[in-house]
């Protein structure tokens, strides 16, 4: 049984950093292509950024470009989002998925999720 928790999120004001990280448990992902969403109040869950089994790639969508990085460390099987500059549409709760299939991933439709982190960034 795979487990992913989040952890980082909180309260910071606009044009600060968060890092966001998930660990996992239960198995090795390193056979999983790993991404993030989020999900405002109100509003349907979003794809956000999602990296390779190796790491060498990555693809974060153009919202966030230029202000978010995600990357992995697979000897600690865990993904991070390094979130800057950070805007108050950026507040979310954020989650982190896993999924053998990067096509499934980018969907929203996941084998894996965790739980969500809250994500407040005020004006």
């Known amino acids: 049984q795979v487990q992913l928790v989040e952890s980082g999120g909180g309260l910071v004001q606009a044009g600060g950093s968060l890092r966001l990280s998930c660990a996992a448990s239960?198995?090795?992902?390193?056979?999983?292509?790993m991404g993030w969403f989020r999900q405002a109040p109100g509003k349907e869950r979003e794809f956000v950024a999602s990296?390779?089994?190796?790491?060498?790639?990555?693809y974060l969508v153009d919202s966030v470009k230029g202000r978010f990085v995600i990357s992995r460390d697979n000897a600690k099987n865990t993904v991070y989002l390094q979130m800057n500059s950070l805007k108050p549409e950026d507040t979310a709760v954020y989650y982190c998925?896993?999924?053998?299939?990067?096509?499934?991933?980018?969907?929203?439709?996941?084998?894996?999720w965790g739980q969500g982190t809250q994500v407040t960034v005020s004006s």
């Open positions: 998925a896993a999924d053998q299939n990067t096509s499934r991933l980018r969907v929203g439709v996941a084998y894996y």
């Open positions: 990296i390779t089994r190796s790491g060498s790639s990555t």
């Open positions: 239960g198995r090795s992902l390193r056979s999983d292509v």
